[in-house]
């Protein structure tokens, strides 16, 4: 019972280090110091408090944030499902876009920085 537990768990945090990996490489990069802007890169931080104090700061209600803003051309939903900001996600009480892909876990990759820019 022990043994499946341990190897269990273990699986589990593999599978979350190999997802995390994949996020470390990628880098956003805010393309200017607009309000959209901004709030499209508290989303890419995935962390809930940083995104409420953000939506704070410009007075932002999450309905309008959800409706109104796109990052990089893409909505709110959109933006966050594509890069795996699942707790950006859960903050803003939207569910992520589910697709299925095959991806090569063991394929090794550079850096990627990716300009973030919001709705003017």
Same mark, same amino acid.
């Given at each position: 019972?022990?043994?499946?537990?341990?190897?269990?768990?273990?699986?589990?945090? @593999?599978?979350?280090?190999?997802?995390?990996?994949?996020?470390?490489?990628?880098?956003?990069?805010?393309?200017?110091?607009?309000?959209g802007?901004?709030?499209?890169?508290a989303?890419?931080k995935?962390n809930?408090?940083?995104?409420?104090r953000?939506?704070?700061?410009?007075?932002?209600?999450?309905?309008?944030?959800?409706?109104?803003?796109?990052?990089?051309?893409?909505?709110?939903?959109?933006?966050?499902?594509?890069?795996?900001?699942e707790?950006?996600?859960?903050?803003?009480?939207l569910?992520?876009?589910?697709?299925?892909? @095959?991806?090569?876990?063991?394929?090794?990759?550079?850096?990627?920085?990716?300009?973030?820019?919001?709705?003017?």
């Open positions: 019972m022990k043994r499946t537990t341990l190897l269990g768990s273990a699986g589990a945090l @593999i599978l979350g280090a190999l997802s995390s990996h994949a996020m470390a490489n990628e880098q956003f990069v805010a393309a200017d110091n607009t309000v802007t901004q709030l499209c890169m989303i890419t995935d809930p408090l940083k995104l409420d953000e939506m704070t700061k410009h007075r932002i209600q999450r309905h309008i944030m959800n409706k109104r803003l796109s990052c990089n051309d893409l909505s709110v939903r959109e933006f966050a499902s594509l890069y795996g900001f707790r950006s996600l859960k903050k803003l009480r569910t992520p876009l589910t697709e299925t892909s @095959i991806h090569d876990l063991a394929q090794v990759h550079g850096d990627t920085i990716l300009v973030v820019s919001g709705s003017k």
